[in-house]
């Protein structure tokens, strides 16, 4: 059997990453989302096991202990990871495995899978991506500024990425990344 692949998807949080990989996933059917684990609190209609695996400070530290975690970073006071056997029992059964995850955890990726591809998702312009975020309405004002502080971080990281692609049309973003994703 063919051996399946790893990319990772990066970029700012309110740049699009998560629609554009449910809509790759929904577009390919021997493509898979990792489902991170993380230590934050469940919002509104999320279920463990499909959105996240919610778990708290002491059993992620056990994933941590037991490498139980492909990657691992610290984001805004919560942890978020990627498990390992899941992922790994995947691509061996030749699924192509997207994990949507920040830049540490995708250098983290990057250094234990050299093959992986690593795409990063990047806005139109950072007044783009402010008004994306505050269209959700879902963070304060000091939580969008601390956002925009990283994404400025995060842009800076691109360079170490195989693929940026810029999300200012949502179809074209998801065909630049199906493209990227089937030559690799």
Known sequence: MKRGKLVVISGPSGVGKGTIC????????????????????????????????????????????????????????RRYGTPRREVEEAVSAGKTVILEIEVEGGMQVKEKFADTLMVFIAPPS???????????????????????KRAEYEMLQREYYDKVVINGSLNRAVDEVIKAISTS
């Open 22 to 77: 449910k809509k790759i996933v929904a577009r390919c059917p021997d493509v898979a989302l990792s489902v991170s684990v993380t230590t934050r609190a469940k919002r509104g209609r999320e279920v463990d096991g499909r959105h996240y695996f919610f778990r708290t400070d002491e059993q992620f530290d056990e994933l941590i202990a037991n490498d139980g975690l492909l990657e691992w970073a610290e984001y805004n006071g």
């Open 126 to 148: 950072i007044s783009e991506l402010r008004r994306r975020l505050t269209a959700r309405g879902t963070e304060t004002p000091e939580q969008i500024h601390r956002r925009l």
